[in-house]
């Protein structure tokens, strides 16, 4: 190799400082830059860090939350006469067997045919609001099952207690259903919607304790809840009794919410029932799909006569007395009506006098809340239906 003359030497080392300062100054901004961002990572660090160390520090105080499944519920259409048979007619030439298992709703809004205040309704159409109304009552029992996983002591430990004061609130809060407080005041059979349950399925939305407790069972049947209709002296309300007997509580939702009261409580309230009471199997038990016809037809004895289209009474009478021949209240209601009617043809009683023993055969009213309330929850959030 021939050796590099001075002037060479002289360039090549010009151009070796030259490049060692290019490399120091792309090292200087390496490491510049990389402490930027090793400050911007301490800052960010000192910053977020504690703010780590709250969320931590606060979840920690959080117990676990046991992640339920929400229950599978399928509204279930209910068994009925197709649309050609859902008239009174045809419901009274069914045997008890047959009555069995028909929608308690069209049982009931059968009765008020050719009734003042029902002249417009449709059972058909009534029912398909009724199937709405238990849809919507499923989608927030899902929505709100947390409320029972997070507290069941707040509902008895029972997911059916739980179930029954959702339904009965949302249908409240989000349907506008209520009793109708005028009825607390005097006893007026001279509507149907007033005692059946066109009042609450049609625009008014409001009942008394005959439609009411109708309406719940209606809607959770639906749901296919174990819901029976229960009498006592006066009033009726709602019990669940599963099959194997191992589920049972009474619903009250005439009221605002709801009340779960023993049947000891019942023999008491709204009056006192008598040992005659007691014996003639009326009361307090759970109701077949044929006596609750039967009391349906009583209702709507009820309204004739209050009416004075007696004979058309006494024959809702006795057909209610014919459906259960064994229940003295049906026949008791025949014999009161066929006995008014004679002394009013012969001119021996005037049903406008004060004195008459037939102008009012019910016991005056009383107040519709009990005395101690023992449960009235809203547990629904007011999400109103669309």
């Not at 008459?356 to 629904?380: A, S």
Request: some cysteine.
């Amino acid at each position: 190799m021939k050796p590099l003359t001075k002037s060479q030497r002289k360039k090549a080392a010009q151009e070796a400082a030259i490049r060692d300062q290019e490399v120091k100054k792309r090292t200087t901004k390496r490491s510049r830059t990389w402490l930027a961002v090793g400050l911007t990572g301490i800052v960010a660090t000192a910053i977020f860090f504690p703010v780590g160390m709250l969320i931590g520090k606060d979840l920690a105080l959080i117990p676990p939350k046991v992640v339920s499944v929400p229950p599978t519920i399928k509204v279930i259409p209910q068994a009925h006469p197709d649309e050609n048979t859902l008239d009174l007619g045809h419901l009274l030439s069914l045997t008890p067997s047959q009555l069995q298992g028909i929608d308690i709703a069209v049982l009931n809004l059968a009765c008020s045919k050719g009734l003042p205040g029902c002249e417009d309704l449709n059972i058909s159409t009534a029912r398909q609001e009724l199937d709405q109304w238990a849809a919507h009552v499923q989608a927030e029992i899902i929505r709100n099952h947390h409320l029972f996983t997070d507290n069941p002591d707040a509902y008895n430990n029972s997911e059916s207690y739980f179930k029954a004061l959702m339904m009965t609130t949302v249908l409240q809060q989000d349907m506008g259903i209520h009793y109708n407080l005028e009825r607390m005041k005097d006893w007026d059979f001279t509507h149907g919607e007033n005692v059946l349950l066109n009042g609450l399925v049609g625009s008014l939305r409001e009942g008394t304790c005959s439609s009411l407790p109708v309406l719940y069972v209606a809607v959770g049947r639906r749901l296919g809840w174990p819901l029976y209709l229960v009498a006592t002296r006066g009033h009726c309300f709602v019990r669940w009794e599963s099959a194997d007997g191992k589920v049972r509580f009474n619903i009250e939702g005439s009221g605002m919410g709801m009340s779960a009261y023993s049947d000891e409580f019942y023999q008491h309230w709204p009056y006192e029932l008598t040992r005659d009471d007691e014996s003639s199997g009326m009361y307090l038990r759970s109701m077949s799909s044929c006596e609750e016809f039967a009391n349906f037809l009583m209702e709507r004895g009820n309204i004739l006569e209050a009416l004075k289209r007696m004979p058309e009474a006494e024959m809702a009478y006795a057909q209610a007395h014919a459906l259960i021949p064994g229940h003295a209240m049906f026949f008791g209601n025949l014999a009161i009506a066929a006995d008014k009617e004679r002394m009013m043809a012969s001119g021996l009683l005037d049903p406008n006098n004060p004195q008459n023993p037939y102008r009012n055969k019910y016991p005056p009213p009383y107040v519709l809340e009990p005395p101690k309330q023992v449960q009235v929850d809203t547990v629904h959030d007011g999400t109103t239906a669309q």
